[in-house]
C-alpha cells in the first residue's frame, strides 16, 4: 500500500505563486508516474500535469507557461509550483502516482485564488 501525503495548500490572490509538495510511502516512487489533478466544485477532475520517470512532462492546456511540476526521486516527493495564479485555478488538489497496474491518490489539498 502506497501512501501519499499533499501540502503546500491555502489562501493566495491572484497573480501569485505556490508550491504543492507530496511525499509518498514505500520504495516504488523512482519507478512511477506521478501526476497532480484537480476538482473543483461541480467539475470532473481534470490533469494539471504529469512527470513520468524520465522526467518527461506533460500539462494541461489551461496551465501550459504557469505550473511547473518536478519529481525529487532522493526524496520520494513530486512538486507542483504555480505561478501567475488566477480564481479559475481554485479546486482541490490530488497527487496520483501509478506504478505498473496500481494507482494511488492523495487526500488532497485545497487551493484557493482570490481576485
Known amino acids: 500500500q502506497v501512501q501519499l501525503v499533499e501540502s503546500g495548500g491555502g489562501l493566495v490572490q491572484a497573480g501569485g505563486s505556490q508550491r504543492l509538495s507530496c511525499v509518498a510511502s514505500?520504495?516504488?516512487?523512482?519507478?512511477?508516474?506521478m501526476a497532480w489533478y484537480r476538482q473543483a466544485p461541480g467539475k470532473a477532475r481534470e490533469l494539471v500535469a504529469s512527470?513520468?520517470?524520465?522526467?518527461?512532462?506533460n500539462y494541461g492546456d489551461s496551465v501550459k507557461g504557469r505550473f511547473t511540476i518536478s519529481r525529487d526521486n532522493a526524496k520520494n516527493t513530486v512538486y507542483l509550483q504555480m505561478n501567475s495564479l488566477k480564481p479559475e485555478d481554485t479546486a482541490v488538489y490530488y497527487c496520483?502516482?501509478?506504478?505498473?497496474?496500481?494507482?494511488?491518490w492523495g487526500q488532497g489539498t485545497q487551493v484557493t485564488v482570490s481576485s
Open positions: 512527470i513520468i520517470i524520465g522526467g518527461t512532462t
Open positions: 514505500g520504495s516504488i516512487f523512482r519507478s512511477s508516474a
Open positions: 496520483h502516482i501509478r506504478f505498473e497496474t496500481s494507482s494511488y
